[in-house]
């Protein structure tokens, strides 16, 4: 049996039982049936109204959901019910998004070998998808790794995060309530050697993994030969601060970025480069407004920060702070945990460029602000790590604005806004050690379509 506890004190919410060999067997066969058998494929219409009553029920379900995804996940409250509406909104993307599935024509008698023939492409289900899942959106990345594959026609098992799987096991008696047929979304929570053995089947023809670039990397090299994968992992988002930039509007944005979920986010708000210009009045607001942050229970709507997910990551996020202050970083505020749990919002000031903090990514409530001279040198620091994922650029000027845009090295560029920005109809995804492939619900849906041509011949064309 799997124990799942609260993050803030570790108390029992539930316990369900672990999916062993065997119940992987019977999970796979079910969905390879599925999809072998062509007469089981649910048609485009039906999928539309299945996602569409989905969608209603979750939104009289609101409540019961976010509750359920902060209590096990350790997001605040408040945080939570944004993350179950945008949950809702990517069912309705995925709905809306299976009428663009579709095909083009290709121009024959280009030659004399094509005449007479008339061709066309089309989009079908790939086949069986499997979803490994990370815990810190817990509803909201199951969505984006279930609801895309049956949108696509994809029977689809998940592994939802060991911390975290009552948003996902929750979500899948939802979609068998609104008619999905059983079979189509099985949720499978399991040790992960058990879970190797899931993804490297040769029957997985779509592989989608959220998590550390340890795992998700090796468990792409053991996958079956045909099966595509994406792969998103962790970043450390680096954000170009020009001496220009509107105080005002910036250092709220970066407030939010930074500290969102304890900074438990693959694209929050990591290592801020600001110009020495304006380096001191930065990083003097910027830490008083984070040493005002309200950490605790995740479960009060004043909580604004709340736990870490375990207390072995409260352990490692103390020891990198204490490394970097002991490598020289100036401590501008926090720096201390506040239980086994919780650990305090902590600035950083011009940590070595050697220190934890400054190589990797740190995925805990802290920011690290380095003062430059030089933009372009700031720019080649930020891009010096092999994590690439989202960063940003605040200025007035357009011209810088584009420049930095064009030179960093990530997937995305926000402009006077924090790096943890995303709707779910954008492409999201990380570069290089970061990832593989692109998210994004209309992204992931066409991702798990393949494509297949018809070349007719006939004597009148």
């Not at 086949?127 to 959106?137: C, D, K, Q, R, T």
């Not at 939802?160 to 979500?171: D, I, M, V």
């Not at 407004?289 to 479960?299: R, Y």
Request: charged share 20%; net charge negative.
């Amino acid at each position: 049996m799997l124990k799942v506890t609260s993050p803030f004190d570790q108390s029992l919410i539930k316990e369900i039982p672990l999916a062993n060999e065997q119940d992987i067997e019977k999970a796979l066969t079910i969905a390879d049936n599925l999809f072998q058998n062509q007469s089981l494929w649910i048609p485009a219409h039906e999928r539309i109204a299945i996602l569409e009553k989905t969608a209603k029920i979750m939104k009289t379900r609101v409540e019961e959901l976010t509750k359920i995804a902060a209590q096990e996940g350790g997001k605040p409250y408040t945080d939570s019910k944004i993350e179950v509406l945008r949950a809702i909104n990517g069912v309705k993307l995925a709905a809306e998004h299976i009428g663009q599935i579709k095909g083009e024509q290709i121009p024959m008698g280009l030659t004399k070998a094509s005449e007479n023939r008339i061709a066309f492409t089309m989009r079908e289900p790939i086949g069986v998808v499997v979803s490994v899942s990370a815990f810190n959106h817990p509803l909201n990345l199951t969505i984006h790794q279930t609801v895309t594959a049956i949108a696509a026609g994809c029977p689809v098992i998940i592994k939802p995060a060991s911390t975290t799987p009552l948003s996902a096991l929750n979500f899948a008696e939802i979609l068998k309530e609104a008619g999905l047929p059983e079979g189509w979304c099985q949720v499978t929570v399991c040790k992960s050697n058990v879970a190797e053995k899931l993804v490297t089947d040769k029957r997985v023809n779509y592989f989608s993994f959220i998590g550390s670039s340890k795992i998700g990397w090796y468990l792409r090299s053991k996958l079956s030969a045909g099966t595509r994968c994406a792969l998103e992992h962790g970043g450390s988002a680096p954000v170009i601060v020009e001496k220009d930039a509107d105080f005002k509007e910036m250092l709220p944005s970066l407030l939010k970025g930074g500290f969102y979920h304890a900074g438990q986010v693959c694209v929050s708000v990591q290592r801020v480069f600001v110009h020495e210009d304006i380096c001191n009045d930065f990083s003097k607001q910027f830490a008083e407004m984070a040493n005002k942050l309200i950490v605790g229970n995740q479960m009060e709507e004043k909580t604004e920060v709340g736990p870490l997910i375990s207390p072995f990551e409260v352990d490692r996020v103390e020891d990198w702070v204490n490394e970097a202050i002991e490598d020289g970083a100036k401590l501008l505020c926090g720096g201390k945990r506040i239980s086994n749990t919780c650990y305090e919002p902590t600035v950083l000031l011009n940590p070595n460029e050697n220190s934890k903090v400054s190589q990797f990514e740190i995925f805990g409530p802290v920011v690290c602000i380095y003062s430059y001279s030089n933009i372009e040198k700031a720019i080649e620091t930020a891009n010096s790590l092999d994590l690439h994922f989202q960063a940003s650029v605040f200025t007035k000027n357009i011209d810088i604005a584009l420049d930095t845009v064009k030179k960093l090295n990530a997937t995305a560029v926000m402009v006077n806004d924090h790096t943890a920005f995303r709707v779910d109809w954008m492409p999201f995804g990380g570069r290089d050690s970061s990832g593989i492939g692109m998210g994004g619900i209309p992204y992931t849906i066409y991702e798990m379509t393949r494509e297949k041509l018809m070349v007719i011949k006939s004597r009148v064309l």
